[in-house]
């Protein structure tokens, strides 16, 4: 799967306007915003989530931590963790540092958004390689993605 052409296609089909960029090879948030010349808390980050067999997208700011706690409140469970680089690549099609935010959409898991990132009126995030970058506004992210609304940012 060709993450990146799939993101576009997607944006595209639902005609959103949307900022595509291509820069050196980022791997960090604080990196990705750097280069983009963006503060840091626009950045869409996208953790996978392993819980009970099953994996999950966290989408929060860049700027911000996940809270364990809030999660496994959230998903009902008292194990939580990040997957392995090698379960987001079999999950994303992508290595870590490039998920894009569309887990629902793309890669047929739950996606779940902290609200904080839903205050951002518009968001960047990684698209499917370390290279490429997409700047859209939020609503027309949470009209495609369809997350569930909740709070778990580490406070």
Not at 72 to 101: F, K, M, N, Q, W
Not at 106 to 124: A, C, H, Q
């Amino acid at each position: 799967m060709d993450v990146h052409a799939e993101i576009i296609r997607l944006l595209e089909s639902h005609k959103v306007n949307y900022e595509a960029s291509t820069h050196p090879p980022v791997k960090t948030s604080e990196e990705a915003a750097a280069i983009r010349g963006v503060d840091i808390k626009t950045g869409a980050k996208a953790m996978v989530i392993r819980s009970e067999g099953k994996f999950y997208m966290f989408c929060l700011s860049a700027a911000d931590k996940v809270d364990f706690k809030a999660v496994r409140r959230i998903l009902r469970t008292d194990r939580v963790s990040l997957a392995t680089p090698e379960e987001v690549l079999a999950v994303t099609h992508c290595v870590i540092g490039c998920v894009p935010p569309f887990g629902s959409t793309l890669f047929g898991i739950k996606t779940y958004v902290d609200r904080r990132l839903l205050s951002i009126p518009e968001i960047n995030f990684s698209a499917g390689r370390l290279t490429h970058s997409i700047h859209v506004k939020t609503e027309d992210w949470r009209q495609i993605v369809r997350p569930e609304e909740e709070d778990y940012r580490k406070m």
